[in-house]
């Protein structure tokens, strides 16, 4: 090498301005990789002949992968190799009998969009580094905001729906006691927040994080569907206010994992106006019916929140991951919440517009440009096309039902209001045999 390269930079025995790597050899792995994606992937995405996964034990797909990282790299031959073992061992969500309950499938326009990101590589924390997908972020935030019925609000996307609701809990607690940011913890009244038994289990999860605990998670009784009791809110509102505890946020559910229920948002916001409190919506699954002009009655009232949860990623197929964290303040309460001011990356005196610097609103520094890959799959099929998946997705369900009640052995809970049908199937062993503990512990082993 030094030979080869007369004014080679020596430090340390390491040529600095050598090449770090063979271009043309990358290259050309790319290519190769690539096509082994388009052939094993994109192409069998929709043939039902294929596995939804080739299932190995853990022991068994160790040594199939050969897991051992080695001082020396392998060959691109046995990386490609590699490539293809990974897709055949790996469970294939795009598959028509991938059954997932809140996400399945492929959208092509989405998957682009992410080749695009990946081979970009950027990070969403200030124009400069990123001035396109801050740009296509501002306008989808705009776009959902005006779904969900505000005339004006502020977002951003998060690694997941968990981590929205995270964020919608401390923005709250921060709303109801700024001083928290500097001080800290010590001097604050008992905090107390209340969601539906039903409700996602990131809820326990951010209270844990946050310091808050997860007694002070006060959970309220729901009906036969699902559905937070406003009755029952009310109580535990007026309950905490008596121990002496200080209420500051209620979370309200759209489209609960497990039974699809809607909570009834414009009861629970009459609750939230009463007491002072802060109404978040977790509509990460639920969200998408915002789309549809048929199904979007189920959240009604949202516009009254402060803050809404929703995943694209789930039911319009955006792609994992896709989440909005969008909230009705415009006044800069998120950056106020969230903000560091680091001069070295946040400087004010710029040469544009430094309020498109939007990574100060972020916990996160690096951050994906997630919303790239929603507003390309937008752009493709515009706001009926996005409509249609809402309404062919709960038409399925629909005609799921219809399905059950005509076969022997299936058993429906309850009419669904959303995507998701909840039933069991009793084998024939069962049929004849008496409904009680001994029946209902063969079930289980059954399902």
């Given amino acids: 090498m030094l030979q080869k390269k007369k004014n080679a930079v020596l430090v340390d025995g390491v040529i600095l301005n050598g090449p770090i790597m063979d271009s043309k050899a990358g290259a050309q792995f790319v290519e190769e990789a690539c096509k082994i994606i388009m052939e094993e992937v994109i192409q069998k995405a929709d043939d039902v002949t294929e596995k939804v996964c080739e299932w190995r034990a853990p022991e068994t797909l160790k040594e199939i992968l050969d897991l051992e990282m080695r001082d020396t790299g392998e060959s691109h031959q046995k990386l490609l190799q590699l490539c293809r073992d990974v897709i055949q061992y790996s469970v294939k969500t795009s598959h028509p009998r991938f059954f997932n309950q809140l996400y399945a499938g492929i959208d092509y326009y989405s998957l682009v969009a992410r080749f695009i990101t990946e081979a970009l590589n950027p990070s969403v924390y200030t124009y400069e580094v990123s001035p396109v997908f801050l740009l296509v972020e501002e306008a989808v935030i705009k776009k959902m905001i005006e779904f969900i019925g505000w005339e004006e609000g502020d977002g951003i996307f998060n690694p997941g729906g968990s981590v929205s609701n995270m964020y919608a809990m401390n923005l709250a607690r921060y709303r109801f006691c700024p001083e928290i940011k500097e001080k800290g913890l010590s ?234 049908v909840c039933f069991w199937y009793i084998p024939p062993s069962l049929r004849k045999m008496e409904d009680g503990p001994e029946f209902w512990q063969k079930l289980h082993q059954v399902s």
């Fill in 187 to 420: 001097g604050l009244p008992r905090l107390v927040l209340f969601t539906s038994e039903e409700c996602h289990y990131s809820m326990k999860k951010a209270a844990s994080f946050l310091g808050i605990g997860t007694e002070n998670v006060y959970f309220i009784k729901t009906d036969e569907r699902g559905k937070m009791i406003p009755e029952e809110l009310e109580k535990q509102v007026q309950r905490a206010r008596k121990e002496g505890s200080a209420p500051f946020l209620v979370c309200a559910t759209a489209g609960t994992t497990v039974l699809g229920a809607f909570d009834p948002l414009d009861k629970i916001a009459d609750i939230c106006e009463k007491h002072g409190l802060w109404l978040h919506v977790d509509a990460s699954w639920g969200g998408s019916a915002l789309i549809s002009r048929k199904h979007c009655r189920l959240l009604h009232g949202i516009h009254r929140a402060d803050s809404v949860a929703w995943n694209p990623h789930k039911m319009l197929l955006a792609g994992i991951q896709c989440c909005a964290l969008l909230v009705k303040d415009n006044s800069g309460l998120l950056k106020n919440c969230y903000s560091a001011k680091a001069a070295y990356l946040f400087q004010q005196d710029k040469f544009y517009d430094v309020s498109y610097d939007t990574g100060d609103k972020s916990i996160q520094c690096s951050r994906r440009p997630d919303a790239f890959k929603f507003w390309l799959m937008w752009k493709a099929l515009g706001t009926t096309g996005l409509e249609e998946r809402v309404n062919r997705a709960l038409a399925l369900a629909r005609y799921l039902v219809e399905e059950i009640k005509k076969r022997e052995g299936f058993q429906l809970l309850l009419e669904p209001e959303y995507a998701n």
